[in-house]
């Protein structure tokens, strides 16, 4: 087993470097949770609030009528009256939407005919969600004008109304977010660090030099491979062990609470053992060091941006789409998917999961395959 | 005047004194050998020659005038072949030529022709259009010496070109030295390898602790010491009184008689064997195998340092 | 000076792990926002939202002449389509997530949501206008009765008041800041150009650079060359990846705008060469080492300009604005969003001011260290 420990041996050397980098992708992983994983599921129905920025430039009844009246549905800010900086923080999301109300708001633009000025995204989903709350407050505004005696009642009156809510129920399928959330990027940690770490190591063992000795000794090449396999099998293992670890770790309320937890895990190992095949490629293609390097990156951040990973397989458009279905990465999202929005699993669901862990590890075998026919095309050139 | 001058050049690092009041005068036409162990200041001579490197005192005149960084015209006629390979890995060997003769030549047509000239003389022909990567040890230390001297200059500075060189490859580039000085052209060579100065140089400093300890011929350099002849007879019996006979022959100064081994050294200059020969003839002494050696450089730095060159 | 600033750009260009890091990785990594964050692109555009009307507890079945049905059929909202359906059709609709939500008429008016949404806060908002609308009359009725036609004819005369401002069409779309984010790392990438050329033509960094110096060229010569060779190539490959980002992927337009956007990156390229050369002027470090501070430098810069995670940039502009001031990434996505997003000549001048003043800055410090040549050790 001298190949075998080999592997092992080089890892240990090398320790230092693998988990400086292994901590900045989970760094970089982690924070990808932090970022995408804001929504919480309360149970029941909640209306979405948005951060609004308000301009009052009339400062009149009717104004701080219409400031508190949004307030009741959102969560509503006081700009100051600059065009630019208001552009800004629409477009930095700071707000996703700004009314300017303006002078004369009663005269010109209830009674009026003027439309308010707002700024947003165009064509967004906040325009239309924010501009139907001003509308139906100005619309409410007329009537209540048109229906009491004074200014003052009608203001009161339209305030009130902003009590009424409809009868709202949420029906509510299982959604495990968080769990959703964080496996998702599990592929990313894969990919990255086995690609890089094994990567290096698969490297060094393709030294002409180291080769040609191994090659000399009197193992025969079956069983060299055959260790270098088994190697690569025990670190992949190892590497999954932790990384699952540390996404349990991450959502450990929701892991434990899903019925589907322990198919979580086996999807794990299935896009482990297409990452291991995958650094095993990388290793023996790679020359040097730098090419690993830049095979790794590419590699981990292809497979995962087209893969569905970073950005939802939702929102991903069709062709790409089909391009992903190359990838296993892409079977591992729809898997955890499957598995985070179903508490039970029908029958196609089932069939689509034992699929999508069969396609992942049918990948495994192809890179195996090719990089283990590269290596003895390459034997008998020199 | 000489060609260069250096006068009293002092040059520290920190504590350790890399050149120690050095005075050196190198003739127009000749080949000037620096000699001297790893360590003894002589690369830092060539980096002060050129400017490169600050010292502390002393001053380096070049063709009678004052060598500074900005000394554009003196650096136009020198030529400088680094003890590293400089070369770029991304240009083929021809480009590497052509762009380190560009910064001396700047006009196209007539660079051309130096560039072939340059690969031509340092037989490099038939690899113009290689990386430096995928030539052997020798080619590149060639190509390394075809940079520095492609655009013909009137000094070449030679800083110890042979290094891990072939011995063919070793032979092409000092022929090539040789024939670089018959054309015109006065050369600094540095080396550690004293065959190789002794072979070549017309003058030799030799260098040690950055100081000069002696300079002149190869031949003033011999006679500076007292040894001189040295002779070697193997297999030969002889009795005390017999002994004591030879010790006492004129010019002996050392006689060394172990396991039938008997060597001599004579002072100053001349051939003693042949007496040494009459002498044991008359006595019916017989001998194995002897033979007799002048004395090298490597004996004159023994002496002098009381150390090897090698050490 | 040109052949050595040619030769320079040569061995640059032929340097692979160079190419391939500072033009083909921008290349890649900017097809891959192509085909994921274009998806975010229109993410937040207004979609078809579709519900289902069933109507309960009613001798008739024909939802015609429900007045609920009546009011979401005659919103005349484009984004709402509406189909009257079955409890059972409906639910399952619901969990198939063919709809988003059920709206209930008959006695009991409600809603029935899978999920907690933008889009169901849209349907539950149309809910609450009808609910709020009822009240509003029923109120009027009893205190000013009156006055009920008039409100009645005013609610009848329901409109939009509302107008978005938009300028001149461009979006307001915040992933294009990735995109932004995408070219001004690339133009940080200029900073390994620089520091290799300037490695490559000093006597203490480089033998290379020892055999440049003990050569006839004059030193502001030599230095001027490795800038401009620098500055050159990771000006072109930056245009590449405009060229490629704008025609061949259309992520980002710059109709119109491409003389301004050009002068953006010569001016961010510039200061990225000149940081790149005070690196490589810096001390005696290996060159790897100094390989590896150009990458954290130029991975911070671009970090907080928003390549990685949306709102740093702004959380520094908070904090600690002065940074956003200095690091090229910042002023080179500020200049992009002030031309591309936000007409703003005075940001826009005001970045480009900046990069290139703290460009030259730099490059005077570079010049100053570079000037000497005579040095202590070699």
Not at chain 3, 287 to 292: I, V
Request: charged content about 20%; aromatic content about 10%; some cysteine.
């Amino acid at each position: 087993m001298k190949v075998y420990k080999g592997y092992l041996i080089a890892l240990k050397r090398n320790l230092s470097t693998f988990v400086l980098y292994c901590s900045i992708f989970l760094a970089v992983a982690v924070g990808m949770v932090r970022l995408t994983s804001g929504e919480s599921n309360p149970g029941s129905y909640q209306q979405t609030r948005l951060s609004i920025g308000v301009v009052d430039r009339d400062n009149s009844l009717w104004s701080k009528t219409l400031v508190e009246y949004l307030e009741a549905y959102h969560k509503v800010s006081s700009m100051e009256d600059h065009m630019d900086t208001l552009a800004e923080a629409v477009y930095s999301t700071e707000i996703l939407y700004a009314v300017i109300i303006p002078e004369d708001f009663l005269g010109t633009y209830i009674l009026g005919e003027q439309p308010v000025q707002t700024l947003t995204e165009s064509g967004s989903q906040w325009e239309y969600y924010v501009n139907g709350r001003i509308d139906s407050f100005v619309n409410t505004a007329r009537v209540c004008l048109a229906g009491t005696e004074s200014p003052e009642e009608a203001a009161r009156q339209v305030l009130e109304t902003a009590q009424i809510q409809g009868n709202v129920v949420l029906e509510s399928s299982r959604e495990d977010l968080a769990v959703y959330n964080v496996f998702r990027f599990m592929p990313y940690l894969y990919f990255s660090i086995l690609c890089f770490v094994m990567g290096m190591i698969q490297k060094e063992y393709q030294n002409i030099d180291i080769r040609r000795r191994l090659l000399a000794s009197s193992l025969t090449l079956k069983s060299q491979s055959i260790q270098s396999l088994l190697a690569f099998f025990t670190i992949g293992v190892f590497c999954w062990v932790l990384c699952e670890c540390i996404g349990i770790v991450t959502c450990a309320g929701q892991f434990w609470a899903s019925p589907n937890k322990w198919l979580i895990v086996l999807n794990g190992f299935t896009i482990m053992c297409g990452a291991l095949a995958a650094s095993y490629f990388v290793g023996s293609l790679a020359k040097t060091a730098a090419a690993v390097n830049g095979m790794a990156n590419v590699f981990s951040l292809g497979f995962c941006f087209l893969g569905g990973v970073f950005v939802p397989l939702e929102l991903l458009t069709g062709a790409v789409r089909k391009i992903g279905q190359f990838f296993p990465t892409y079977w591992y999202a729809q898997n955890i998917s499957i598995l985070s929005f179903n508490s039970t699993l029908t029958d196609s669901l089932q069939r689509k999961l034992i699929q999508g862990m069969v396609i992942q590890i049918l990948f495994a075998f192809a890179c195996i395959a090719v990089a283990l026919a590269v290596g003895k095309a390459r034997r008998q050139e020199e | 005047m000489a060609m260069i001058e250096i006068r009293n050049l002092v040059k520290r690092y920190k504590d350790t004194i890399a050149l120690d009041h050095l005075n050196l005068d190198i003739e127009e036409g000749e080949i000037f050998g620096l000699l001297g162990p790893n360590g003894s200041g002589k690369t830092t001579v060539i980096n002060c020659l050129l400017a490169l490197l600050k010292f502390d005192k002393g001053s380096i005149k070049i063709f009678g005038e004052e060598m500074q960084p900005d000394s554009y015209e003196i650096k136009r006629q020198i030529g400088i072949v680094m003890q590293n390979v400089a070369v770029f890995d991304e240009l083929t060997v021809s480009e590497n030529i052509d762009y380190f003769c560009g910064l001396y030549v700047p006009d196209r047509a007539k660079r051309k022709k130096l560039v072939e000239e340059a690969i031509v003389f340092t037989g490099l022909d038939g690899y113009e259009k290689k990386r430096p990567n995928k030539l052997s040890g020798g080619l590149l230390r060639r190509l390394n010496i075809a940079c520095g001297i492609a655009h013909k200059p009137r000094l070449v500075i030679l800083d110890e070109p042979t290094v891990a060189v072939d011995p063919q490859s070793r032979n092409k580039i000092l022929e090539g030295i040789c024939q670089m000085n018959r054309q015109g052209s006065t050369i600094i060579y540095t080396s550690h390898y004293m065959e190789e100065v002794e072979q070549i140089c017309s003058r030799i400093a030799i260098l040690d602790k950055g100081k000069c300890l002696a300079m002149g011929t190869k031949e003033e350099l011999k006679n500076m010491i007292k040894t001189g002849e040295k002779v070697h007879l193997e297999g030969i019996r002889l009795t005390g009184p017999q002994l004591e006979t030879i010790r006492h022959m004129p010019k002996v100064f050392s006689a060394v008689y172990e396991e039938e081994t008997l060597t001599l050294r004579f002072e100053g200059n001349g051939n003693h064997l042949l007496g040494l020969l009459h002498y044991m003839d008359r006595e019916h002494i017989t001998c194995g195998r002897c033979f007799s050696e002048l004395p090298t450089l490597n004996d004159v730095f023994l002496e002098i340092t009381g150390k090897e060159l090698r050490d | 000076m040109f052949l050595i600033m040619k030769r320079q750009i040569l061995v640059n260009i032929r340097e692979k792990a160079n190419i391939f890091w500072t033009m083909f990785f921008p290349l890649i990594l900017a097809t891959l926002f192509h085909f994921t964050l274009g998806g975010l692109l229109g993410q937040n555009e207004m979609g078809e939202i579709s519900a289902a009307f069933v109507l309960e507890d009613t001798a008739s079945s024909a939802v015609e002449g429900d007045a609920f049905f009546e009011y979401l059929d005659h919103l005349d909202q484009e984004w709402l389509k509406l189909t009257p359906m079955s409890d059972e059709e409906a639910r399952a609709a619901l969990k198939e997530d063919e709809i988003l939500g059920i709206f209930y008429g008959g006695r009991e008016r409600r809603l029935v949501i899978g999920e907690n949404s933008i889009h169901t806060s849209m349907l539950s908002q149309l809910l609450d206008i009808y609910e709020k609308n009822e009240t509003l009359l029923n109120r009027i009725a009893q205190e000013h009765p009156e006055k009920l036609p008039g409100a009645a004819a005013e609610l009848a005369g329901y409109r939009a008041s509302t107008e978005t401002v938009s300028f001149g069409g461009r979006s307001m779309d915040n992933v294009q800041n990735y995109f932004f984010a995408l070219i001004a790392m690339t133009c940080l990438y200029g900073s390994f150009m620089g520091m290799y050329n300037t490695v490559g033509v000093q006597a203490n960094t480089s033998a290379l650079g020892a055999r440049l110096a003990a050569g006839c060229v004059k030193r502001y010569e030599s230095i001027t060359a490795s800038l401009l060779s620098a500055w050159i190539i990771s000006f072109a490959e930056v245009a590449v990846l405009l060229f490629y980002m704008d025609v061949v992927l259309g992520d980002i337009d710059l109709a119109g705008q491409i003389g301004r956007i050009l002068v953006i990156c010569a001016a961010a390229t510039l200061y990225s060469s000149a940081l790149g050369m005070v690196i490589g002027t810096v001390g005696s470090l290996s060159e790897k080492l100094k390989n590896g501070l150009v990458v954290a430098v130029s991975m911070t810069c671009s970090f907080a300009a928003d390549l990685m995670i949306s709102g740093v940039k702004g959380a520094i502009e908070k904090y600690v604005p002065l940074i956003n001031r200095i690091n090229p990434g910042a002023l080179t996505t500020d200049a992009f969003y002030s031309v591309l997003v936000y007409e703003d000549a005075e940001r826009y001048f005001r970045s480009l001011g900046l990069l290139a003043a703290l460009g030259l800055l730099l490059l005077g410090i570079a010049v100053l260290s570079m000037r000497r040549m005579r040095y202590e050790s070699i």
